[in-house]
């Protein structure tokens, strides 16, 4: 089914004559209604076709859905303290793999990983070699942290084949959190758009694939631009590197420093 019109709201179906008034009077309904549509036009001006139960907000109330789709393997969109993403459960093979038929990108290209809180962490990589407290410094936040896998990773080893290391992410976004938490493992995580293309920073940046989601969340546009998290390698004791600027790369180099770590080329 399909609701011809410029935005969705949260309500149930509303007759066509809602879209018919002046444009005074269709201004104040949108007002009326902005907390509770699913998605903006003041954040995110679609003027789109819309599937019914393909985009909801990114709120509390859609959270349950949300994780019920991740373990059912399916592909979900989500908002991101820096980017919306596409994510699926990084323990089940089929999903991840879909992830990279979506974006169209190579499987040689490894995917990181989300989880709810930083204490997670340790279930994936290995954190031993860290000062205590150093990845509550960084996290949540915008930032990517490389680090080892080890032996004892509750990751499938069919996720990124061939690597011994995996970026970690904990986003500073509740909504994402709480299906993170929800779920009870990792979640892949990359950003939702054609491989090679510009990062979405809001839904209609990746609209040509809703379709192959489950739902995407609306979360409005995303205010940090398209630089994504800062990517940074701590696989190595007392050193890190930076593998991609990204949003926060002053902030997460001064914490490191103030950590006793040095640069690696």
């Given at each position: 089914?399909?609701?011809?019109?410029?935005?969705?709201?949260?309500?149930?179906?509303l007759?066509?004559?809602?879209?018919?008034?002046?444009?005074?009077?269709?201004?104040?309904?949108?007002?009326?209604?902005s907390?509770?549509m699913?998605?903006?036009?003041?954040?995110?001006?679609?003027?789109?076709?819309?599937?019914?139960?393909?985009?909801?907000?990114?709120?509390?109330?859609?959270?349950?859905?949300?994780v019920?789709?991740?373990?059912?393997?399916?592909?979900?969109?989500?908002?991101t303290?820096?980017?919306?993403?596409?994510?699926?459960d990084?323990?089940?093979?089929?999903?991840?793999?879909?992830?990279?038929?979506?974006?169209?990108?190579?499987?040689t290209?490894?995917?990181?990983?989300?989880?709810s809180?930083?204490?997670?962490?340790?279930?994936?990589?290995?954190?031993?070699?860290?000062?205590?407290?150093?990845?509550?410094?960084?996290?949540?936040?915008?930032?990517?942290?490389?680090?080892k896998?080890g032996?004892?990773?509750?990751?499938?080893?069919?996720?990124?084949?061939?690597?011994?290391?995996?970026?970690?992410?904990?986003?500073?976004?509740?909504?994402?959190?709480?299906?993170?938490r929800?779920?009870?493992?990792?979640?892949?995580?990359?950003?939702?758009?054609?491989?090679?293309?510009?990062?979405?920073?809001?839904?209609?940046d990746?609209?040509?694939?809703?379709?192959?989601?489950a739902?995407?969340?609306?979360?409005?546009?995303?205010?940090?631009?398209?630089?994504?998290?800062?990517?940074?390698?701590?696989?190595?004791?007392?050193?890190y590197k930076?593998?991609?600027?990204?949003s926060?790369?002053?902030?997460?180099v001064?914490?490191?420093?103030?950590?006793?770590?040095?640069?690696?080329?």
């Amino acid at each position: 089914m399909m609701i011809q019109g410029r935005f969705l709201l949260n309500t149930p179906f509303l007759p066509n004559f809602f879209f018919r008034g002046s444009l005074k009077q269709n201004q104040r309904i949108r007002r009326r209604f902005s907390k509770n549509m699913a998605w903006s036009m003041e954040r995110c001006d679609l003027g789109l076709d819309v599937k019914i139960g393909v985009v909801h907000p990114a709120t509390d109330a859609y959270a349950v859905e949300a994780v019920q789709a991740l373990k059912a393997g399916k592909v979900i969109a989500v908002p991101t303290d820096t980017l919306y993403g596409f994510a699926c459960d990084a323990c089940l093979l089929e999903a991840v793999n879909r992830i990279y038929e979506i974006k169209g990108r190579k499987h040689t290209s490894p995917l990181a990983i989300c989880v709810s809180d930083v204490s997670d962490i340790d279930r994936f990589a290995l954190t031993d070699h860290l000062p205590h407290g150093l990845l509550d410094s960084l996290l949540p936040g915008p930032v990517t942290v490389v680090l080892k896998r080890g032996e004892s990773s509750a990751l499938e080893r069919s996720l990124n084949p061939g690597f011994d290391s995996i970026g970690v992410r904990v986003p500073d976004c509740n909504f994402i959190r709480l299906i993170a938490r929800g779920s009870g493992t990792a979640l892949a995580l990359t950003s939702a758009n054609p491989s090679g293309q510009p990062s979405s920073v809001c839904i209609k940046d990746f609209e040509k694939l809703w379709e192959h989601c489950a739902s995407v969340y609306d979360g409005g546009t995303l205010p940090s631009g398209r630089a994504g998290s800062t990517v940074v390698d701590l696989s190595t004791p007392h050193k890190y590197k930076i593998l991609r600027p990204g949003s926060a790369k002053e902030e997460t180099v001064a914490i490191l420093e103030k950590h006793g770590f040095i640069e690696t080329v």
